[in-house]
Structure formats: C-alpha cells, structure tokens
C-alpha cells in the first residue's frame, strides 16, 4: 500500500503544479492521500481495471501513466499522465506514453487519445505539438460541481507517433513487459 501511496502522492503533485492558476485553491488543497482513495487504486492495480505505467528514478517514484479504457473517438485512452513537478521536463511522460502506445500497438490499437484541461498550457504543448496530434478535440471535465473546457488530443498514426516519441527520448520501446 505504500507504492500506491506513492502514486497517489505524486498525482496530487501534479495536480497542484498544472492547475494552480486554473482550478480554485481549496479544490487543489483538498487533494489529500486517503485511505479511500489509496484502497480504491490500490484494487484498480491489482484487479487490472487499467494499465498502470510507474517510473522509477533513484528508487523513487517520479510519475505514472494509467491507460486502457477506449473511447467512441479511439481505441485506446491514456486516462492519466503524472509526473511529480520537481521531475518534469527529464523526458519521463514522454518516455511512459513511449512504452504504454507501444504495448497498445501490440494489442491491436490503431488510434490513441489523452485528453487535458484546456487552459493546462503545458499539456497541450506536449499533447499537442511535442506529440504532434492527427485531432484535437473540445470537451469538458466536472470537478466538484465546476464545469472545465477540455481538449481531446487524437492519434490516428500509432507508429508514426511511437516514431515521435522514440526520437524525442531518444529510446526504443518494447512491447515486452513483466505483467
């Protein structure tokens, strides 16, 4: 339970990091590690309700990438991408989307989505250009009773963006991994 500790810590970082000046400041300091919430992840991981990708730097968890769930729009979601603020920016989510479109590839997907709230600058900037999406999308997010505009980033060229991805971190992704 403590590993899942870990990653719940490391989205509420995020979260606070991408969304300080979009989401209100008691909505990002309600963001704490439950009980609940870690019980809740911790039966998606060990259920297998979803793919779970964690990088480890030093022994440490620095981010995590959560996929599976298709959409009306693709055949395969990345639900979330989080990399802990004081790690962005080291190729890590590209290097998790690298691995995890990698596995869908092999799993028979041909199109991908990620989506983000519209105003995340950052995420739209990667998602967007740095991955170079086929579409992007509009739609909207609820977080506690508050509607948020969103962007649905489209990959319709898994290979091609699996090439992007592949030349950007400079690695080469192998579907191969322990379950």
Do not use: C
């Not at 339970?1 to 995020?14: G, H, N």
């Not at 869908?104 to 041909?110: D, N």
């Not at 250009?129 to 649905?152: C, K, R």
Request: aromatic share 8%; no cysteine; net charge negative.
């Amino acid at each position: 339970m403590e590993d899942v500790a870990d990653i719940e810590s490391v989205r509420i970082a995020a979260w606070r990091a991408a969304y300080q000046e979009i989401l209100p400041a008691t909505v990002l300091a309600g963001l704490t590690t439950t009980p609940e919430r870690v019980a809740l992840l911790s039966e998606r991981i060990t259920e297998r309700k979803a793919r779970f990708l964690v990088a480890i730097l030093d022994g440490v968890n620095v981010g995590h990438l959560v996929s599976g769930v298709p959409q009306e729009f693709s055949d395969h979601q990345i639900g979330a991408l989080y990399v802990s603020p004081f790690h962005q920016g080291r190729r890590i989510g590209p290097t998790l989307v690298g691995q995890d479109i990698a596995l869908a590839i092999q799993e028979g997907a041909s199109s991908a989505s990620i989506w983000s709230l519209e105003k995340n600058d950052r995420a739209a900037r990667l998602y967007g250009e740095t991955f170079g999406a086929d579409e992007v999308l509009s739609g909207t997010y609820d977080i506690e009773g508050t509607t948020y505009p969103t962007l649905g980033f489209i990959y319709r060229d898994l290979p091609g963006l699996l090439q992007r991805l592949e030349t950007l971190t400079q690695r080469t992704y192998s579907p191969h991994l322990e379950p």
